[in-house]
Nanobody, 122 residues
Framework: QVQLVESGGGLVQAGGSLRLSCAAS????????MGWFRQAPGKERDFVAV????????RYADSVKGRFTISRDNGKNTVYLQMNSLKSEDTAAYYC???????????????WGQGTQVTVSS
């Protein structure tokens, strides 16, 4: 079992930055690929970014490529999402999730956090 707790969300103006954190406890964090997903009101949850268990491989949704950066610190059992040049369309609840293998399909993720809200004002 892995417990995930997100933090760092909030209200920011368009063009600004936020860094989300996801702290993990429970089973070996370093064994899991970690992903970020987001869900805007009235929409389905979408993939944002994923990082491999060792941190050497990443993948991003086209909508955030070049603006968001995913990273992890296995010593601190934490994954981060640095979000720059934020746009109003980035407004959503952001969730971190853990998967046994690298990928971006929601179904492969076994453990989910409760989410943190990001609101970008224009």
């Amino acid at each position: 079992q892995v417990q995930l707790v997100e933090s760092g969300g909030g209200l920011v103006q368009a063009g600004g930055s936020l860094r989300l954190s996801c702290a993990a406890s429970g089973r070996a964090f370093g064994a899991y690929a970690m992903g970020w997903f987001r869900q805007a009101p009235g929409k389905e949850r979408d993939f944002v970014a994923v990082i491999s268990a060792a941190g050497g491989r990443t993948r991003y949704a086209d909508s955030v490529k070049g603006r968001f950066t995913i990273s992890r610190d296995n010593g601190k059992n934490t994954v981060y999402l640095q979000m720059n040049s934020l746009k109003s369309e980035d407004t959503a609840a952001y969730y971190c999730a853990a998967a046994g293998s690298f990928g971006w399909s929601e179904g492969r993720y076994e453990y989910w956090g409760q989410g943190t809200q990001v609101t970008v004002s224009s």
